[in-house]
């Protein structure tokens, strides 16, 4: 995929796609000082951060619902996702120079009244009950919904891309694990796979074993 046909995937009316190119310009900026991405993927924005976030919102049924983006980054996915659905989205970034990052962005894509920026580490975060909660490249999966169970009621959903380690995440987690599990395909990525759940919970031998 190119990065036009990328940008003609998000689908989006022009005045948003003048936003993500100010965003893109201000993250190739900001890159020279902090290393946001990888200098091999600065060519590849569109595909391999933009959509590749964008993509996740189509599995949010719940319009306007709170989102929660765990170690945000440079906003990837939780700015896109901001400016792709009129909902809260709280983003949790503990490293101050991303955090900072993160509210020029937020203020430069026109976001900034519905997104919370938190500084913090996941484990100082108060805990706080969200409809939806993503993660990219954050944690390999048990790990990851450990850390984040607090945030969930049964009925939240899991929106987190994986990559090609994708089955072998779940496969693994499956121990401790139980839940609605699917596995969808990226459309960034052929070989790269996004876990979807609900009803996420720990099983009875996993509590036991605590």
């Known amino acids: ?26 993250l190739r900026e ?59 989205v709280t983003l949790v970034e503990s490293r101050k120079l991303r955090a900072d990052f993160l509210h020029r962005a937020a203020a430069l894509l026109g976001v900034e009244q519905r997104t919370t920026i938190r500084c913090a580490r996941i484990e100082a975060v108060p805990s706080q009950t969200f409809d939806v909660i993503s993660a990219r490249a954050f944690a390999p999966l048990g790990k990851l919904l450990a850390i984040a169970e607090r945030f969930a009621a049964p009925e939240t959903l899991w929106v987190l891309p994986k990559g090609r380690n994708a089955k072998s995440e779940l496969e693994a987690a499956e121990s401790l694990w139980q ?8 459309l960034t990525d052929a070989e790269a796979q996004i876990i979807v759940a609900r009803q996420v919970r720990r099983r009875k031998r996993g509590r036991q074993g605590r």
């Open 30 to 88: 900001e890159n020279e000082r902090q290393n946001l991405v990888s200098r091999a993927s600065l060519d590849q924005l569109w595909v391999r951060h933009i959509l590749d976030s964008a993509q996740l919102v189509r599995f949010s049924r719940a319009e306007r619902g709170a989102w929660l983006d765990l170690g945000s980054g440079p906003g990837f996915p939780g700015l896109i996702v901001a400016l792709l659905r009129a909902s809260p």
């Open 179 to 186: 839940g609605d599990f699917r596995l969808e395909p990226s």
């Open 1 to 26: 995929m190119t990065e036009e046909e990328a940008r003609a995937a998000l689908d989006v009316p022009r005045e948003t796609l003048d936003r993500l190119d100010r965003f893109v310009s201000l």
